[in-house]
């Protein structure tokens, strides 16, 4: 192997490590937003009807 392939590889694998780092970031956020509106609607009605109920007894 020459040093000219050697460094194209190197330069090959590290372009694949940035690509494959924004896809690990895309699916993080992804996750998050996903458990983000779990939450949301899970707790959404919830927070409503306490909502009413301390508007209603003012």
Same mark, same amino acid.
């Given at each position: 192997m020459s040093i000219k392939t050697i460094a194209r590889l190197q330069h090959? !694998?590290?372009t694949r490590?940035? #690509?494959?780092t924004a896809?690990?970031?895309g699916l993080?956020? =992804?996750l998050i937003a996903i458990v983000i509106? =779990?939450?949301?609607t899970l707790l #959404?009605? %919830?927070l409503s !009807?306490?909502? %009413?109920?301390v508007a209603g007894s003012v």
């Open positions: 090959l !694998t590290r490590e940035e #690509g494959a896809v690990e970031y993080m956020v =992804a509106i =779990a939450a949301v #959404g009605h %919830n !009807t306490m909502f %009413n109920s």
